[in-house]
Every structure is written in C-alpha cells, then in structure tokens.
C-alpha cells in the first residue's frame, strides 16, 4: 500500500481526486498487487535470498567490515549474513530508518555509501547503475519489506551445460566459466551466479576474473568455495603438471589406498618415489607404532629374514607388545587432552588406566566413544567418569565433543551460524544443552536444574541433535547424542578417526585440519577418504585395522628420496616426508641411544617420556622441546615444531651433553671397554639412524680424530652432532 500512494504522489494534483474515488482505487490496488508475470510486473525483490546476499557477495557484511562483532561506523550486520532477521533491523528499522529513504530511494545510505555517492570507509563495492544497485532500489521502491517469500535449499554448478563439480584444465593459464544455480524452496531454479561469492583455496593458483569466472594459473589440484546465504558447493579442479606422463601399476589385487593414491599421481604427472629399504622401514614402524627405536637385536632380526611378507609380520609383531599399548594410548590421551581434573590426580589415573586397557584390548571406536560421552560415577573409580571433568563447562564439553570425536569446529557457531558448515546456532547451544545437566564434582552426576542459556533467547537452551529436531525429555539426553554419533549411519565418526591415523602416519591428514572436516575444506583423495572411514566401519570400528591397511600400503612404505618431477609436492604423497618427532618420542629416542636415562619429577628413574599420565610432569626439557600441555588441541602445526628455543636447547643443554659425559651412559662404557673409533662410530649410527656410516662419513669422523687433540672429546662431538642432526630427530 505504501507504494501505491508513493506512485500515486506522482501523478499530476488536479489528477488526484479523481483517481482516488473507491471503486477506482480499488482496482488499481487490486492490478498493481496481484499482477502477475504476464503483465510484465516482475516479482517482488525478497530481502533474505537477494538483499543478504548481495551485502556478502560485496563484502559488507565480511569480519572485516560491518559483519564484526562491534560492526563499522555504527553499522552492524551479521556475519555473511547468518541472521537476515537482525540485518532488516539495522537497515530498515533502527535509527528511525534513516538507512533507507521511501520518498527518495536513490538517496538511501544503502545505495548511496557502497556506491561512493556519499563518503563510504569500505570504498566503492559496485556503481550505481550496476544490478545491485538497481536491486536495492527497486526493494525500497517497493517498501523495503522482509516477506520471507522462498528459502534457499541448495546450490548447483553448470559447466558447459552439464552439472558437475569437477573441471580438468590441461593447459596453463586456464580460463573457466561456470553458472551457479539457486533451488529455492519454493521449487523455482534461478541462475544466481551474479550473486554467489567465489573464494579458491588458493588465490595465488586460481584467479577470480569475473562473476562464474576463474583463471587457473598453476598445476595442481585447486579448489573454489562457490556459496550464497548459507549453501555451498566446492568447485574442484585438476591442473596436471607439463611433465611427462606417469604410468604405474594396474592391478586390481593391488591396495584399494594404493589405487587411489596412485590414480591422482597419473593425472597429475606426478612419479612417486620407489620402496623405502628395510632398515629405513624397520626405523620407521618402530617410531610409529610404538614411539621407540628398534634396539639392535630388533634390527638384526629383522634385517635377517628373507621371507616376502617380512614387513607385514612385523607389524603384526609390534601391535602384541606392551610399547604399542603404551604408544598408542600416548597418542589417544593426547586426542582427548587428558590431564589432571580440577588437579586431581585420581581421576587422572583412573582415566588413563581405563584408556589403556581399552587399547590393549582394540576396543571399537565407536563403543569407547560411548562409554567416554555417558561416563557418570565416582571419577576417582571410572574412566569415562574422570572424562567428563575435563571440560569445565557444557560449551566447552560440546566444543571439544565435536572436534575429537567428529572433526568439527562446532565452536564456529557460538555467536553465530558457521558460515562455511552447516552448523547453525541451535546447533550449537541445543548441543552444549546436551550436557549442561552435568554435576562435575568428584561424583560426576546428572542435575535435573542444570541448564546453558541460549543467548538468542536468553532462556535455557533445548537439547539437540546436531542438524536434528530438539530432543524429547529424557533422564540422559547424553544417551541420545552419544547413540546418534555412534550410530552405523553417522560418517563423522569414522571419518574423523581414519584422517587422524593418516595424518599420524603419512605426516599429512586427507583433511587438514583434522578437527576441520567440512564440505568447503575438502579431502586431497575424497574417495579414499570414504573407503577408509568404511574399511574402518566393516571391521568393527577397530584402530589396529586402519593402522595396518595404511602402513602395509606402498604409499606408506615410500622413500623419502625426491627428483625434480616430485620434489615440490606436499599433498599428493608421492614421497615419504619426514616429520618431527613429537618431544615425548625425541627424549626417549635421546636416551635410548645414550642409555641414560632421563628424571621425570618423583617418578622412578627410568619412567619413559611417553608414559607421563600427568602432562604438566616438571620437565623443563619436555616444555622446550615443544610438549603439549593438552589445555587445547594437540594437533596444531605449532606443536612439535623446531622453533629457536627447541635448537638451542638440542645444542646447549644437559639433555644431551650431560649423558655423553655420564660414566654409566654408552658412550663412556665403549670407551672404557676399548673400542675402536670405527666400532663406536658404527654402533652410535645403528642405534640412532638404523644404518652403518656411509664412507665419507665415516672418513671425515676418522680425519677429525687423527686431527684432535682429544679423542674422547671428539667422540663426544660426534655423538652430539649425530643427536642433533635432522635425519634424528625426525621419523622418514
């Protein structure tokens, strides 16, 4: 109505009278409101799924410019345009809607300010005769309402007419078009590609160079995020190198993670690198599942046997012994951050013991994750009691819930919906309502009373599903999360848990982040990723499963040497790459080929690093080097990474100089027996590499002891220089 009397202002004076008589009125009311698209009277503009999207597609409502949290020049949206509701709030209604104007539209701050009409902080986003301007100016034409008149249900991708997600650019540079589709709820399709925001992986190897269109630059495996109001859809393209073509191994017995790996490096020309030697493997799988070096009586033995499946039989081997359980459950209690509870230390032990246990016994995922998620009891008796205290809240237990167990970043959409996963704020707050009944005190115990309030309502928050209805009222809704995620149907489970045991293996996750899995941050082999979570799910959910498929594979069993057609990759797992040894590994690697070993607070001399319950140990050694003290995620690339502090501590510390020198220590005994200088250089190699001297390095140690004034300094030196050189203190 109100722009009928708008148009109507603009007739002629001596005009009104007459054209206001009722019966006339009436009718025109009648024809300008129930048009339809015969008459040539186009559709209402609808504020959520064209008015929001233009504002993200222009960066207006980005974090960086009204989209923050405190807004810009006293202009708040939300972010990408999460809450369309509170973004028709700022525009029409507050400050008595002085961002819109009805009597001149053209006059709008909306228009004017992104147009740079009027002085605007965030430049010009789009003149005044483009599409979204005329857009903005025909909504407040017609009212500036929110009618709410479809929702957007997906989005679809149109590349030379077909509907794919996938493109091959053979040649560089390569120019793509694409059309993105809207499916809105109201079974209409609209080509929306004006509208879309297209944001590549990596700007630097694909180009935006209009709407719908790329430019691909460099060779490699790209990705394009194509999203509007909430939907996304991941646009992956494939630039092979210029090199020559690649031609591996066909056979359909071959592994299913080999087939796949090795499918991606022919499309890419990428030439992996051969077999790893067994004495590279064996220093390998012995760090890997068991966090040691193999002594020299595992290595002999092993080196000795000439059967064909000598590699799978040893893997066999070391998943029966006791420094595969102390290994592994190193690593798991490090994914579920477990530390002392409000520092109690019996909580803490009964957890740890408990953990252990359930890897001695490769117990399925799935059942340790619902034991773990509905622990109640006395936490100083019960595991996955003493689980439930290591959060010191229902949003901070829900946050760390969907990240170890579903490889989500739920905490993405506390203050508002994730705007690049499909998790909303209900989502959210319904999840941390999950748990807000929970008693964390030494008894862990429900509380009917406990509750989190949702900050959208300020009233307590309903218990949800993730992406589910509110739950009904029930004594545990931890029951009905927990049978939900562990369900056969749920793949976050699964996948979250397979990309961590790939990651731990190939230094690489399919995904990373780990806790990052989500459509817009896609696998580097999406369908292996997929074979591997339902591997893991045909063979009851069991760890030593997956563990074994990946390192009896020959991607895992690769060399670490490079040539030029290979060397630049760091996703494609051409090459074995080496990875820094976790601190906990690198001081019992340290003490193992000196044979000192090293004091860990009260514990008994001879406690191993990796068997610390307690990661906040007093070791001053362990905290330069870069342990985790589990407060957060593990999984950072900043843990483990050899920073200055970590170098210098490796040079000039007691860790290493204090063993060399200790009478006990292996050094000095080899000393005091007589050895040769050739005999201590070849056992010092052996233990710490899993390998003999080569020549010329055995040559220059020999010509610095003729050279030296002091043997047993220079011996010391070298054991030193072996200690802290790369091929040590990294697994390869």
């Known amino acids: 109505m109100y722009v009928f009397r708008q148009k109507m202002s603009r007739l002629p004076a001596k005009t009104h009278h007459a054209v206001w008589q009722w019966p006339v009125a009436c009718l025109l009311l009648s024809i300008f409101l129930h048009c339809s698209p015969v008459c040539g009277q186009p559709r209402p503009v609808d504020f959520d799924t064209e008015i929001v999207p233009i504002l993200a597609r222009y960066g207006c ?91 957007l249900s997906n989005l679809g991708l149109i590349i030379d007419h077909e509907k794919t997600n996938t493109a091959i650019a053979e040649n560089l540079p390569y120019d793509l078009k694409f059309s993105v589709l809207g499916h809105y709820s109201d079974d209409t399709t609209v080509d929306i590609t004006w509208l879309a925001v297209i944001t590549p992986s990596d700007p630097a190897a694909v180009e935006i160079v209009g709407d719908g269109a790329i430019r691909v630059v460099r060779p490699g495996w790209h990705w394009v995020t194509v ?105 798991l209690a490090q ?33 340790l994750a619902f034991e773990l998620l509905t622990g109640s009891g006395d936490s100083h008796q019960s595991g996955p009691a003493a689980f439930q205290r290591l959060s010191h809240s229902a949003r901070a237990q829900a946050e760390f819930v969907t990240e170890t167990f579903m490889g989500t970043r739920m905490r993405c959409a ?24 929970l008693d964390r005190g030494v008894n862990v115990q429900l509380n009917p009373r406990g509750n989190t309030i949702d900050p959208r309502t300020g009233k307590p928050a309903v218990p949800q599903i993730p992406g589910g209805p509110p739950l009904q009222p029930s004594v545990d809704p931890r029951i009905a999360f927990a049978d939900w995620l562990t369900g056969p149907d749920n793949p976050y ?115 191993r690093a990796i068997q610390l319950q307690d990661p906040l140990t007093p070791s001053r050694s362990l905290d330069l080097l870069g342990r985790c003290d589990r407060n957060e995620s593990c999984e950072s690339d900043a843990v483990n990474d050899f920073g200055v502090a970590t170098k210098l501590h490796l040079i000039n510390s007691k860790l290493i100089n204090a063993k060399l020198v200790d009478r006990r220590g292996r050094l000095q005994r080899l000393l005091s027996a007589g050895k040769t200088d050739e005999q201590i250089f070849a056992e010092f190699y052996q233990r710490a590499l899993v390998r003999k001297p080569n020549s010329q390095e055995l040559d220059y140690w020999l010509a610095q002891i003729r050279q030296g004034e002091n043997r047993e300094q220079v011996l010391q030196d070298f054991v030193w220089s072996l200690l802290n050189c790369q091929e040590f203190t990294t697994n390869h």
């Not at 809607?97 to 009027?118: A, C, D, G, M, Y």
């Not at 087939?259 to 004495?279: H, K, M, V």
């Open 493 to 607: 489970l699964s996948r979250a848990i397979v990309n961590r045991i790939w990651k731990h293996l190939l230094g690489r996750g399919l995904i990373e982040s780990p806790d990052d899995l989500r459509d817009t941050n896609p696998a580097s082999h999406s369908r292996l990723l997929e074979l591997l979570a339902a591997d893991f799910r045909e063979h009851e959910l069991r760890l030593r499963h997956t563990i074994r498929s990946i390192v009896n594979s020959r991607v895992y069993q690769r060399g670490t040497a490079t040539t030029e057609w290979n060397a630049w990759d760091q996703q494609f797992f051409s090459y074995a790459t080496r990875r820094a040894l976790p601190a906990e590994v690198l001081i019992d690697a340290i003490c193992d080929v000196t044979d000192v070993a090293e004091s860990f607070g009260d514990l008994p001399l001879g406690t």
């Open 227 to 331: 999203g509007m109001s909430g939907q996304n859809q991941v646009l992956q393209i494939t630039a092979p190198f210029p090199q020559p073509e690649v031609e591996l191994s066909s056979d359909l017995k071959d592994h299913f993670i080999d087939r796949e790996i090795e499918s991606t490096l022919i499309q890419l020309r990428i030439p992996p690198a051969g077999n790893c030697s067994d004495a590279d493997f064996a220093r390998r799988i012995y760090l890997d599942l068991t966090g040691r070096l193999p002594t020299l009586d595992q290595q002999r033995e092993f080196l000795a046997e000439t059967r064909p499946d000598k590699r799978a039989l040893l893997v066999e081997r070391l998943f029966e012994t006791e420094a595969f359980v102390d290994y592994w459950t190193f690593r």
């Open 414 to 437: 506390n203050c508002h919906n994730h705007p690049l996963d499909r998790w909303t704020q209900a989502d959210y707050h319904g999840l941390a309502a999950v748990f807000s009944q």
């Open 61 to 151: 409502s980005a974090a960086k410019c009204h989209g923050g949290s405190q807004g810009r020049g006293g202009f708040r949206l939300s972010l990408f345009g999460s809450d369309p509701a509170d973004d028709f709030y700022s525009i029409v209604q507050q400050l008595e809607s002085r961002r819109v104007n009805f009597v001149h539209p053209e006059r709008s701050l909306l228009v004017t300010k992104p147009t740079l009409i009027l002085e605007h902080g965030g430049e010009q986003r789009f003149d005044f005769d483009s599409r979204p301007a005329r857009t903005f100016l025909r909504w407040i034409e017609e009212g500036a309402n929110r009618q709410q008149l479809r929702q």
């Open 335 to 367: 994914l579920f951050r477990i530390r002392m509870p409000a520092g109690d230390k019996l909580a803490n032990d009964a957890l740890y013991k408990w953990l252990r246990e359930q890897v001695a016994n490769d117990r399925p995922w799935n059942e």
